[in-house]
């Protein structure tokens, strides 16, 4: 799993989760070995904690892999709840298939393979809570999206909005200025964090856990 904060601390905070549930844990098992980028169980909880907070029956997330945090969304919304998950691989699709049959949560998840931000731009509803986990350098393009898909007193929420510690470079820190030029994903995520504070539309704070999670309230 992704992450930039101090070793020590991050195995602290590991140490202390309570045990997954089977499947979730082969999950993160699989993703380890393979090297699939999921947001690990202590952000999963977060997303639990915040959608349960707000009361969600609704998510819309954007990048599913092999739906992790669209389990988390699932056993948070509870039965009568919606979660979409999307993802451009049909084999991660099917494979998170298979694991929502066995969370016993695969009747309140639609599945769609595509672009993310095509299938979000089709449908007409508000959601109570969107998360955005697509390639970096559309993080802007998805917060154009945003505001008109949550509710009023929802969530908008995104991993990786520290991106391992770039967008302190990305962001032209004068201190940083000998370091490298930044990738098209930092820069996406640094301009993304910026139209998300300035705006008028969300109130948001960035969370530091494991790679930064913003979490923004529609108002
Ligand atoms: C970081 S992973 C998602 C991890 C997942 N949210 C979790 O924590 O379990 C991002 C996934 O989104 C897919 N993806 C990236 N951009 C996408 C897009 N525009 N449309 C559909 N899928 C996309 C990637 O191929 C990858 O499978």
Known sequence: MKSFTDERVENYLYAMLPQREPVLQEMERQAKARDIPIVGPAVGRLFYQYA??????????????IGYSTIWWAKAVGEGGTVHYTDGSRKNADEARGYFEQAGVADRIQIHVGDALEVLSERKEEFDIVFNDVDKHDYPRVFNMAAARVRKGGLFISDNALWSGSVAYAAGNPDLANSAEPDKYAKGVVEFNRLLYSSKDWFTTIVPLRDGVAVALRV
């Open 52 to 65: 349960r907070l707000i009361n969600a029956k609704t998510v819309f997330e954007l990048g599913s892999a």
